[in-house]
Each structure stands twice: as C-alpha cells, then as structure tokens.
C-alpha cells in the first residue's frame, strides 16, 4: 500500500525559507512521478514542483521558479521541497502526490488527475 507523508509545514515571515519533507513507502524497483501540490480554500489545487524518481528533470510552477527546489533521497524514499523566498502568496496546505508506478515521467508538472497517491497535506503560513 503506497503511503506518502508530509512534514516540515509551519509559519514564516516573508522573505524567509522552510523546507518540506515527504516520505514514500512505495516498491523499491518501482519508478513514480512525485510532485508537491498546493491549494487555499476556496481554489484548486495547483501544481507546485515535480520530478521522477527514477531521475531527470524538475518542473516548477513559474509562480515558484527561482526559489522553489524539488528535490529526492532515493535511498530515504524521500522527497523535498526548499523553499526559499518565501512571501504571503505562498500560503497554502501543501500536499505530497505520486503517480502509479510509470518508466518515464510525465514530460511535465502534471495535472492532479495525473496522480493517484496523494499526503495528508502540511500547512505553510507566510506573514508580511
């Protein structure tokens, strides 16, 4: 059973960093597509920054470009989110998603129909 939990949420004052932490119980010969969504109330949930696990490229949001880094300990089963920058926009509950296990990924952020294994979501609260 495929699990994903989030950790690392928590108030800031804009300018300032936290970094997201999201551990993976999944098979370890299988390869998944793992990105960090977002969302308010109110709105949908909106991609944040995604990669696969069995390596390539990153895929940012352009709302976060520049001082958002995805990143992954294989080994660890787990992936991050740094989070640097921060400013009152970037308040939201951040969700941890997984695809089903693919070969490649997606060739893009994706969108959250694209995953099927999602967290429970950690809350991220920047003040001006």
């Known amino acids: 059973q495929e699990q994903l939990t989030e950790s690392g949420g928590g108030s800031v004052q804009a300018g300032g960093s936290l970094r997201l932490s999201c551990s993976a119980s999944?098979?370890?010969?299988?390869?998944?597509?793992m990105a960090w969504f977002r969302q308010v109330p109110g709105k949908e949930r909106e991609g944040v920054a995604a990669?696969?696990?069995?390596?390539?490229?990153?895929y940012y949001a352009d709302s976060v470009k520049g001082r958002f880094t995805v990143s992954q300990d294989s080994a660890k089963g787990t992936l991050y989110l740094q989070m640097d920058s921060l400013k009152p926009e970037d308040t939201a509950t951040y969700y941890c998603?997984?695809?089903?296990?693919?070969?490649?990924?997606?060739?893009?952020?994706?969108?959250?129909?694209?995953?099927?294994?999602w967290g429970q979501g950690t809350q991220v609260t920047v003040s001006s």
């Open positions: 990669r696969f696990s069995g390596g390539g490229p990153s």
């Open positions: 998603a997984a695809t089903r296990p693919r070969v490649r990924d997606l060739g893009a952020l994706g969108e959250e129909s694209q995953y099927a294994y």
């Open positions: 999944f098979h370890a010969y299988s390869t998944y597509q």
